[in-house]
């Protein structure tokens, strides 16, 4: 994970109110992604992410994010029946590694899941590139990655940025 993507992380918070629940940080992360990808053949996040029992995550999240110190997490019960896990960061993010294209996705996707419960936001992720990953994990638990290709398929990316997606994939492998 690079500084860039914790950075990214932070200003998601930021527009938060600093706090929100793990799942909703994932949706929205996943939202912006996807849609950055399906417009412009690039990613946000350096990372990837993947299915995992209940929802999804950043690949390397829990060994980045969870121990820096900028960033508390907890539970709380939101009511009496459910119990979430939070994070929180009160430090501002440093807007100069985030571009202004990211800046304006991000600010949509939080404009458009603010008045959305968890439930909702999760809903929404689980879209066609959601369920092949889900598919391919019950296959093979490694082959639990959301594919670049298929989040901007389920985007609406069309032919030809998936076919400049995928170029630059095998570009970035050759080259290492």
Known sequence: MK?????VIKYILDKLQHKTTLNRLYGIMYLAQKEYLSKY????FDDNFHITSDF????????????NSE???YYEYDNEDT???YIECNIEPDLDYIAEMEKKIINNICETCETLTDE????????FAYIKAKNR?????DLSIITA?????????????????IENKIIKLTLG
Do not use: H
């Not at 053949?41 to 946000?44: E, L």
């Not at 909702?120 to 879209?127: N, S």
């Open 149 to 165: 290709v298929d989040m901007a398929k389920a985007g609406g990316g069309d032919s030809d940025l998936v076919k400049y997606i």
């Open 83 to 85: 119990y979430n896990k």
């Open 3 to 7: 500084n860039s993507d914790v950075e």
């Open 137 to 141: 994990r019950t296959q093979d638990p």
């Open 120 to 127: 909702e936001i999760i809903k929404q992720c689980k879209d």
């Open 41 to 44: 053949g690039k990613s946000i």
């Open 56 to 67: 999804l995550k950043l690949k390397t999240f829990n060994d980045f994010i969870l121990p």
């Open 71 to 73: 960033f508390k997490t």
